[in-house]
């Protein structure tokens, strides 16, 4: 076990790697502030909705590749899950209330499917799948975000992971479901976007 100094810049490099905008630089980068387009969202969805499909599948690799990393580099400083685990918190954490962008962030669906990659591989692509098939399904986004989310704790759990790793993925889980709160008004009103269809300003705070 390391020193808690080291410990604590462990957890403050996991929070400044999840803070790192990618969707937002990449958006920029076309000329696109996604703060002020589409749902308004610094995720990769909104990119992909407002920039193009190649502009949100690299936000998202970018947003998943910053988790992942948090949760080697910890595992490189201190041997066990329990830094690991709680870097990877942090770092989506970081992404969801980053101090570059005035702690207005994305949801955490790409960082926190990146920081459980090294940790439950397979749980982790079934928690995908999952979220691929109700995508294909519904069409909406954030209810797959938030199925996806869910699906991985019980996935892990019937792997037999760690309890560390199956609280994690329970508590990410949860909080993405509070990030999409405004989402969840929308499902249940009828009025919910659903992939495919652009839409040109922010409805609300999401």
Known sequence: M????????????????????????????RG???????SGNVGATNV????????????????????????????LVEPGLALPVAAGVVAVLGHMYPVW????GGK???????????????????ALATF?????????????????????????????????VIGAAALLAAVIAWKHRANVRRLLRGTENRMGRKVAAPPEAS
């Open 108 to 126: 955490g669906v790409a960082t926190g499917a990146g920081i459980f990659l090294p940790l439950v591989p397979w749980c982790t692509v079934g």
């Open 101 to 104: 962008l005035r702690f207005r």
């Open 132 to 164: 691929g098939v109700v995508l294909a399904l519904t069409r909406y986004v954030s209810l797959a975000s938030m199925v996806g989310a869910a699906s991985l704790s019980v996935y892990a759990a019937l792997a037999g992971a760690p309890a560390v």
């Open 48 to 75: 992909l909705r407002s920039v193009s499909v190649a502009a949100g599948l690299l936000a998202f690799v970018l947003d998943a590749g910053k988790g992942a990393v948090a949760v080697i580099l910890a595992r």
């Open 32 to 38: 696109v502030d996604v703060r002020r387009v589409g």
């Open 2 to 29: 390391g020193p808690i100094p080291t410990r604590a810049l462990v957890l403050l490099a996991a929070y400044l790697l999840g803070a790192l905008p990618f969707s937002y630089l990449v958006a920029r980068s």
